[in-house]
C-alpha cells in the first residue's frame, strides 16, 4: 500500500532522513519506534507531503506522492494526525470534526462517520459543543484522531497518540487504534512508548539518526535484547 525507497530528507543543512526504506501493507499496523531526534516525526511529514524529500520515492497504491501537494495527499487517503494534537481550540468538538470533512460531498457518510466517532469516543459526543481548547489532554487525543477519521482515511499516520497521557487514557487510545485496524484502516504509527506500541504492530521498525537499523515482526522485536535495553527498559 505504501512504500518508501532510499528516502533522503533535510531540514535546511540538516540531513535528517538517510536513505529511509520501508513498508505497509494494507490492514496492517505497522509502527516506528526510536529515540528523540532518530527521524519518526520527519518520516510522517515526508509522506504526508510537508516536507518535501531531495532523493528517493513514495508511492501509496502505485501513485507517487512527491508529485502531491498536502491537500492532495489526504483526499487519496493519506490522513496525518500529527504530535501535539495541534486541535483548533476556540472551534468546538463538533466544529473540529467537521472542518475535517470540508473537502468531501457525501454528507451521509459524513453523518455516519461523525456517529462512529462519538461511539469510539463517547466523551466526544457529550462535549460536542463545548470549546476543544478546554478539553483534557486525554480528550484532545481522541478528538485528534476522531478528527482524522473524518476525512475517510485508508492509511493513517498517527504521530506520538499517547504523549502526556495517563495510563488508563493510553490503553484506551490504543483500544480504539487496534479498533480502526480490524475495521480496515492501515496504520503507521510513531509511537515512543514502545512496549504498547509494539503490543498492537504487526511489524516495525527501528530508527536511529534518520536510519532504520532494525525491522521486523512487532513480536519478535519486542523479545530482541538490543530493542529491549535500548526501548523497552530491558
Known sequence: MLVLDNVHTYYGRIHALKGVSLSVERG?????????????????????????????????????????????????????????????????????LRLAAMHRRDGQAVRRDLERVYALFPVLAQRRNQAAGTLSGGEQQMLAIGRAIMSQPRLLLLDEPSLGLAPLIVESIFKVIATLRD????????????????????RAYVLETG????????????????????????
Open 183 to 202: 475495521e480496515g484502516v492501515t496504520i503507521l504509527l510513531v509511537e515512543q512508548n514502545a512496549y504498547q506500541a509494539l503490543q498492537v504492530a504487526d
Open 211 to 234: 536510519r532504520v537499523i532494525l525491522q521486523g515482526p512487532a513480536r519478535a522485536l519486542a523479545e530482541d535484547p538490543a530493542v529491549k535495553a535500548a526501548y523497552l527498559g530491558g
Open 28 to 96: 496492517e499496523i505497522v509502527a516506528l519506534i526510536g529515540g528523540n531526534g532518530a527521524g519518526k516525526t520527519t518520516t510522517l511529514l515526508t509522506i504526508s507531503g510537508l516536507l518535501r524529500p531531495k532523493q528517493g520515492s513514495i508511492t501509496f497504491e502505485g501513485q507517487a506522492l512527491t508529485q502531491h501537494a498536502p491537500h492532495q495527499i489526504v483526499r487519496l487517503g493519506v490522513v496525518h494526525c500529527p504530535e501535539g494534537r495541534q486541535i483548533f481550540g476556540r472551534l468546538s468538538v463538533l466544529e473540529n
